[in-house]
Structure formats: structure tokens, C-alpha cells
């Protein structure tokens, strides 16, 4: 989701002054090699979490109907395969109704239809985390042309003839802000280390919990930003109050359900961050040269594990079991934030590996497919 918003961004271009509206009415588009693209449309799931998000921003939006089909029970699988038909349908409909030049994909079992219906238009795919899964598998079979955010990931697309390392691309008002407006934006104290939290989403629901647990002991030493999401928010809100009555130095304590464009003020803020490994840890902690504590999912494919273990072999970050927090956590944070020695080694070696235009690059890619698409109309 993220990776396709900052894509679009670098479309339109930054100071171009277009809004979405006025991609959904079809006005040329100004910017980085953009002159072929002429309009947006957001491909989603029925009921998906990306669709507030891109409505907020106000790019149009559709959703088709999808499910997975590997490693899916035989009671689930009969209606999954109808759920895909449906999707193929609706996305030859759509296809027929939009005519797109070009067709990007940024993985997900969302995609699979809308890439099988649109095998006559030219195709871009992003592959955000290290090893793809099977939807992304799938769609690498079915695209034109495949960029990576990172040079690893091209041991699983040998047989492709267009791949290429982009990086990850992240959105361009993550780094507007200085140390100071960021601090000052979420109320820091600038004499404190600060530890930056990422619960955010329903595969992180134990990092919330382990460190709701460990609050009392941080705050003694250090102030916390945490990013619980929607899921968890009354009982972090509870934990909130709770500590106001109890410990001096609650209001060290600071919990956000959500953060939209403020979240950059936390990245830049941050001296450490503790955070499940999915993809925009390839990219985002990178971009700030932030040290990370990495817990992957351990209930989904291992694409968590090998982002993760991919960033501590750099050097880059540490990496602790989500089964192994309520011991190792706490004197794992102690540990780096009484180091500044070791945090700074950390920085150095996840700044190496940014790709600071990414997005512009992939953007250019798409702005190249749609002309040449144009060229043999």
C-alpha cells in the first residue's frame, strides 16, 4: 500500500500543485517523466484496510472481489476459486471501462485477478519484502517487467528476463521534518532517548502487550513513542491513565493510535525502534539510518524472518523472537540505548543501505512502459 502511494507521489511529482481529483478527471500531469500518464485508479480488495487510506488522500478506488487459494483448507477452497472468478470478471470490466496504459502490482492475492484479466497491457511489479510468497509468485509469472527492494531478492526471479534493485520506495514527507519540529510536533523532551514503538496492525498485538508490560521500567530511562493501533487502543488508553496516577513520569509516555503525516516526526525522533519486519522496514528505517529491534510475525510465512535476519546480518538491526520478549526485550532496548557507540555503528550501516529514489526511479519505469504502450497503439 505504502510502496504504491509513494509511487503515485513521485508521479504527480511533489511541487506540481496536481491533486488527486484532478488525476480522477484525466488533466495531464506534470512531473517526472509523467506526461503519458494522464490518470490514476486504485485496484483493492472488498473490505481491504488499504481503502480509507487511499480515499483519505482522494485517488479513486475500486475493489474486486479475492481470496488466496494455497494453503486453504478444502472447505474454504471451492468458494476462494469462486471468490477469484468473480475477481477476473469485474477486473476485465474494469480494464474494458478504464484502458489503462500500464498496470502496476505491489503484491497480494488482490492482484492476481486484475494481472490475469490485464495480460495484454503492460505490467510492472514491485516485490517489497526479500523472498516473495506464493500471490507474488504468481504475479511475477504474469509481469512485463519486475523491480526489487533489494539486490537478494534477485535469487528468486533468475528465470525473468526484466528484474531490476529500485530499493524501497518511501514516501517523500517522511523527511520534512528537522529534529526539532519532530520533537516538538509530539511533545518530546530533547535531553531524553526516545524509543520509538510500532504495534500498529493486528500481527503486532504481542509487541503492544509486552511493552504495556515493561512501561514502568522504560519511563524511568527514557521516553516512548508507540503506535498502537486502532485494535488496541481502549486498553492503551487505560494503561494511559493508569500510569498518570501512578508514576511520576508518565506523561514520558506517548501513545498514538494512528499516526498519518506526523509519522515521519516519529521516524526522525526516534534514537531506536521496536517493530514487527514486514517490507517498509527495507526501506524506511534505512532512509533514516534508524537502528531497529526487529520481532517478526511468527504466524505467517517466514518473509518476516528473512527481512529481518537480512538487516542483523548488515549490522544494521537486532532481532528478538516474539516468543522470547517478556525476557529479552527490555534488556535489549537497556542495552542498545545505553550504547551509543553500538546505535551509531547501526545507523551508519542501515543508512548503506537506502535507495533515496527509489520511488522517482519506479515511477519513471511506469511513465516509460505507458508511452511505449501508447507508441504501438
Known amino acids: 500500500m505504502y510502496p504504491a502511494l509513494a509511487v503515485l507521489q513521485a508521479v504527480i511529482g511533489d511541487n506540481s500543485g496536481i491533486t488527486w ?115 507474488l509468485k504468481t ?56 524509543l520509538l514503538v510500532l504495534g500498529g496492525s493486528k500481527g503486532a498485538r504481542s509487541i503492544n502487550q509486552a511493552l504495556l508490560k515493561l512501561l514502568p521500567e522504560l519511563l524511568k530511562e527514557m521516553q516512548v513513542v508507540h503506535i498502537s493501533g486502532e485494535l488496541d487502543w481502549s486498553e492503551v488508553e487505560a494503561v494511559c491513565t493508569s500510569l498518570k496516577d501512578s508514576l511520576p513520569c508518565a506523561e514520558r509516555y506517548k501513545p498514538f493510535p494512528y499516526l498519518h503525516d506526523e509519522m515521519g516526526a516519529a ?15 527495507l526501506g524506511e528505517y534505512p532512509l533514516f539510518g534508524l537502528p531497529a529491534i526487529l520481532v517478526p510475525y511468527p504466524y505467517a510465512w517466514r518473509y518476516q524472518e528473512v527481512n529481518a535476519l537480512y538487516l542483523s546480518k548488515k549490522g544494521a538491526a537486532e532481532v528478538v523472537p516474539d516468543e522470547e520478549m517478556a525476557t529479552q526485550l527490555l534488556p535489549k532496548v537497556r542495552e542498545l540505548m545505553t550504547d551509543n557507540n553500538r546505535r551509531e555503528q547501526m545507523s551508519q550501516a542501515m543508512r548503506t543501505l537506502v535507495y533515496p529514489n527509489a520511488a522517482e526511479s519506479i515511477a519513471s519505469h511506469l511513465a516509460e512502459l505507458a508511452a511505449l504502450n501508447r507508441e504501438r497503439d
Open 139 to 194: 504475479l511475477a509469472r504474469l509481469a512485463d517487467h519486475i523491480d526489487l527492494s533489494v539486490d537478494a531478492s534477485h535469487e528468486y526471479f533468475e528465470r525473468h528476463p526484466n528484474v531490476r534493485v529500485t530499493g524501497y520506495p518511501t514516501r517523500s514527507n517522511l523527511k520534512s521534518w528537522s529534529l526539532d519540529s519532530a520533537r516538538n510536533a509530539l511533545g518530546l523532551d530533547p535531553d531524553l532517548h526516545t
Open 267 to 281: 521516524l526522525t525522533a526516534a534514537d531506536l525502534v521496536v517493530s514487527r519486519s514486514g517490507a517498509s522496514c
Open 21 to 135: 481529483d484532478e488525476i480522477a478527471s484525466k488533466k495531464t500531469l506534470p512531473g517526472i517523466k509523467t506526461e503519458t500518464i494522464n490518470s490514476v485508479l486504485w485496484i483493492g480488495g472488498i473490505g481491504g484496510m488499504e481503502a480509507d487510506l487511499v480515499k483519505r488522500v482522494g485517488i479513486p478506488y475500486e475493489a474486486v472481489p479475492a481470496a488466496g487459494v494455497h494453503g486453504v483448507g478444502l472447505r474454504v477452497l471451492p468458494g476462494n476459486l469462486l471468490k477469484l472468478g468473480k475477481g477476473y470478471i469485474q477486473s476485465r470490466q474494469i480494464l474494458k471501462r478504464f484502458n489503462p496504459d500500464v498496470l502496476f502490482f505491489t503484491g497480494g492475492y488482490v492482484a492476481v485477478p486484475m494481472a490475469l484479466a490485464g495480460r495484454k497491457v503492460p505490467s510492472l511489479l514491485f516485490v517489497p519484502d526479500i523472498e516473495p510468497g506464493v500471490a
